[in-house]
């Protein structure tokens, strides 16, 4: 069985996830109010209850640095339930379950990572992959509208961005056979891939 690996590039990866940004925001936004006016919104009290308005209306000095710093927790906050949802999601198809995930903090760029050390199958590798994206990004920016909540739209524009290094690995994976075996790389941003030599690899 042959070992190969995939990596993505970290400078790759912050270019792409401003243009996901940019993206989810030309298609986000328009949705977001076309959808809430016509869910009976008014564009004008959407914009004034934003947090972001209330805290710069309000007529304590300290709200606007308070909505700041509540402003990072969220997003914070956000980073660690992504990583949460790869762990869950890969435990779920893993034979030792949630023993085989690991959480931890990057220091040196202040980020939480989640890493599983079992090999999976494509399919369940790619679950795990693209999960935090529905359920953090696409799903907050889908219901938005429903509750005329402007700062959930953001929410999930920011969050489907942060996932643009899950996008990139899921864009190699297409090119995987399904019969490889998808083993996490426990240091680099990316996967292992194992090969079996007695099955025909996609060119």
Sequence with gaps: MKER????SIGAANVWSVVVMALA????????WFMAKALGYDAGTILKHTSFAAANSANAWWMPLAWCVAFIAVLALGIVVHELIHGITWGRYCK???????????WKQLMPYCHCSEPLKKRD??????MPFFVVGILPLLASPLLGCLDMCLF???FIASAAGDLMIAWRLRKENPANT???????????VYEDDNVPQQQ
């Design 25 to 32: 925001a030309v298609a986000g936004l328009p949705y977001f």
């Design 96 to 106: 030792q379950g949630r023993k085989s995930i690991t959480f931890g903090v990057k």
């Design 5 to 8: 690996k995939e990596i993505i």
């Design 182 to 192: 998808i083993l996490d790389h426990p240091t680099e941003p990316g996967y292992l």
């Design 125 to 130: 590798y790619l679950t795990g992959v693209l």
């Design 156 to 158: 999930g524009i920011i």
